[in-house]
């Protein structure tokens, strides 16, 4: 809304860059830049031209192929938690955002509720419509069994509240607790937990997680 990120950005290296992917996935902010396999940077600076080339950032390098290697893993195995955004997808998006941005803008210039309410609708509209790419013709139960098995990987055995509390902290466009909006039949905000132990239930039945002393882990 405010133009700390521009979606028309990413669709014009989208459109120039060959074999560029783009993915979505809410609050991830780290800045880590690899090349192949062969180097890394891991910083503070954004991908801005002030992140890049005017304020004081902090970063390091890494050469070292082993390093670099576990660095890319770990970036790819998280991103992969989201969803990967086709140019028509993109597009779509760049179209909303200014939409979105617009609404604000008219909304900040004026008390007018009918400005208000307007943005608030599109606002809304396209949350939604990300929601709606997240889980690209899957179901919300299938993005949260990924995430568990991600957890359980990275952060070993938990409760049932430790895993809610995670998943949360990746998903919170999922697991909104004060809206309950209806998107292609599902639901998402207040029965966010009841999906999430859904998907506890699946992947138990599949024998890839298990029960034990009240804590999850993966068999």
């Given at each position: 809304m405010q133009g700390a990120t521009d979606p028309r950005a990413l669709k014009f290296l989208a459109?120039?860059?060959?074999?560029?992917?783009?993915?979505?996935?809410p609050k991830l902010h780290a800045k880590v830049y690899i090349a192949?396999?062969?180097?890394?940077?891991?910083?503070?600076?954004?991908?801005?031209?002030g992140g890049l080339t005017q304020n004081y950032e902090y970063g390091i390098h890494f050469a070292?192929?082993?390093?670099?290697?576990?660095?890319?893993?770990?970036v790819t195995e998280y991103s992969e938690l989201g969803v990967c955004l086709s140019g028509e997808e993109l597009s779509h998006y760049v179209e909303v955002s200014e939409q979105v941005r617009a609404a604000f803008q008219r909304q900040q210039r004026?008390?007018?509720?009918?400005?208000?309410?307007?943005?608030?609708r599109l606002f809304?509209?396209?949350?939604?419509?990300?929601?709606?790419l997240r889980i690209s013709g899957a179901s919300k139960t299938h993005v949260f069994e990924?995430?568990?098995?991600?957890?359980l990987s990275?952060?070993?055995a938990m409760t049932t509240p430790e895993v809610h509390h995670r998943v949360k902290s990746i998903h919170p466009d999922l697991c909104d607790d004060t809206v309950?909006?209806?998107?292609e039949g599902q639901h998402f905000g207040k029965k966010w937990k009841h999906a999430v132990r859904t998907a506890q239930g699946h992947l138990k039945a599949a024998d890839r997680i298990e029960l034990i002393g009240g804590r999850w882990r993966l068999r």
């Open positions: 459109d120039r860059v060959a074999g560029l992917t783009v993915w979505h996935l192949d396999v062969t180097s890394a940077i891991v910083t503070s600076a954004n991908l801005t031209s070292e192929h082993t390093t670099v290697c576990q660095i890319r893993d770990e004026t008390v007018s509720r009918t400005a208000r309410a307007q943005f608030e809304f509209r396209a949350e939604n419509d990300l929601i709606s990924r995430t568990i098995e991600y957890l990275r952060y070993g309950d909006r209806v998107i």
